[in-house]
Structures are given as structure tokens and as C-alpha cells.
């Protein structure tokens, strides 16, 4: 599905659309989830840390939350953060260079399934709320499978769907009623906030898309459900060899 549904790809609605909304992006990300899109950052920032990469490549970077996170965590590594979205890498570097960090981040223009960053140069390579955007996700997964070094590890933070039948309708009512209504009269563009609840409801979550990671070749792939299930962190492990 794409968010305008005109006759562009999904790629370049995808673009539209974040450009559209760069500018609340960042109080609406937190407002909508009561700051929780924080602390699962800060989870799946805790996992990469413990690996101790040295170059991380953080896709769909956005406004460059995960990306500062991940520089202030791991003080060694240095981070290269891509996305679509021109107006949201404006907005992150300017982030970046508050926090004093442009020597360690540099953001850029870029995405997934067209990399240009070259084969086997990273560590660890992260996505956080990213994944279900991609046009082509088994290609997006293929182009990380292949920007990492043997050895190096993929993590994925998106949402899901809660589990529990009481808590998967209530939160439902939420995220398919409340959130696109007040995200749209915010933002001033109800299709972008209509989209959100839409897309995490085809993303193949869970085990499926751990399928998809195995399929693009990564092992030990799994994930943890956050908060019963609206979120998951998955975790990939490029082979080290072939045999």
C-alpha cells in the first residue's frame, strides 16, 4: 500500500509524505506514543551496544533520534544515516550538530534497496520504525544483508500487533480511530497519519518477517515482543563464511 495512492511508486509517496511532515514529525512521534517510542529506542540501542561495532549504518534514519542515541552509546563507532526524506535528514543534522556529534554522524540522502555505500563496510546496521515503508522489503533486506561484514549484525525496531484479543481491540481502537485524527489535524496531512495504522497492519510481523531475513540470508534471526506485542526488536547475524 502506499500513502497517496497516485500514480508515483511507493518510494517516492513514501518521500512525499515525510517531507510533508517533517516539521511536527518529531512532537507527534512522541506526543502519539507518550514518549514509549523512546524507551524501545533506547532497548534496541542497548543490544547494538553490547556488539560494540565500530561503523553503523542507520536506515531510515528520519530526524536522526536512533542514530544520536547510538553515538552517544557507543562512543567508538562512527554512524552513517540514511533516508528518503531531505527535510527530515535537514532537521537531524541539525540535531547533530547541537548534540556536537557531526564528526561522528553524517547524514544523507539514501535507502535500502539502492545502496550506495558499498559492500561488507559495516558492523551493524539498524532500522528503527523504518522497515514496513520499504517498497521492496526482501530487496531492502537483501542491500543490508550485503552492507554488512561477515559477522556483522542487523537490528530491526517496528510495530506490531498486541496479542492479547482485549488489548490488541483497545489499542486498535487507538491507533486505527484516535491516532490518525489528531496526527492528521496536527500534521495537516490526515493521509500520512491514516497510512501509519494501515501499513503496520500488512507488515508481516513477527515470524514472518523473520522468514524474510532468513530468505535474504542472515541467521539466528528472532525478535522480542515490547509492550505485549505493539512493538518488536529483531536481530540478524550476517554468516561469517558460507560453510
Avoid at 514529525?25 to 543490544?47: C, K
Avoid at 528520519?62 to 535528514?89: F, V, W
Avoid at 486498535?172 to 490518525?180: A, D, K
Wanted: charged content about 25%; hydrophobic content about 35%.
Amino acid at each position: 500500500m502506499k500513502p497517496y495512492n497516485t500514480d508515483q511508486t511507493k518510494k517516492e509517496e513514501v518521500r512525499e509524505m515525510f517531507d510533508n511532515i517533517a516539521p511536527r514529525y518529531d512532537l507527534l512521534n512522541h506526543t502519539l506514543s507518550v514518549n514509549i517510542d523512546r524507551i524501545w529506542r533506547r532497548r534496541a540501542v542497548n543490544d547494538v551496544r553490547r556488539a560494540n561495532p565500530r561503523r553503523i549504518l542507520d536506515v531510515a534514519t528520519g530526524t536522526g533520534d536512533l542514530a544520536i542515541m547510538l553515538a552517544e552509546a557507543c562512543p567508538a563507532a562512527q554512524i552513517t544515516g540514511i533516508d528518503l526524506s531531505e527535510r527530515m535528514l535537514a532537521i537531524g543534522r541539525e540535531k547533530v550538530e547541537r548534540k556536537g556529534l557531526s564528526g561522528r554522524i553524517r547524514l544523507s540522502q539514501g535507502d535500502a534497496e539502492t545502496p550506495r555505500y558499498g559492500e561488507g563496510r559495516f558492523d551493524a546496521a539498524t532500522v528503527a520504525f523504518g522497515v514496513r515503508n520499504f517498497e521492496d522489503l526482501p530487496g531492502g533486506m537483501t542491500g543490508l544483508y550485503r552492507a554488512l561484514k561477515p559477522g556483522g549484525r542487523l537490528y530491526v525496531l517496528e510495530f506490531g500487533m498486541p496479542q492479547n484479543r482485549i488489548f490488541r481491540a483497545c489499542y486498535g481502537f487507538y491507533f486505527l480511530r484516535v491516532l490518525p485524527r489528531i496526527g492528521g489535524m496536527i500534521s495537516k496531512d490526515g493521509a500520512s497519519y491514516t497510512y501509519l495504522p494501515e501499513s503496520v497492519g500488512e507488515f508481516p510481523y513477527g515470524k514472518r518477517f523473520t522468514e524474510i531475513l532468513r530468505d535474504a540470508g542472515f541467521r539466528n534471526a528472532r525478535f522480542k515482543n515490547l509492550f505485549g506485542g505493539v512493538a518488536q526488536i529483531y536481530s540478524a547475524e550476517k554468516p561469517v563464511s558460507s560453510t
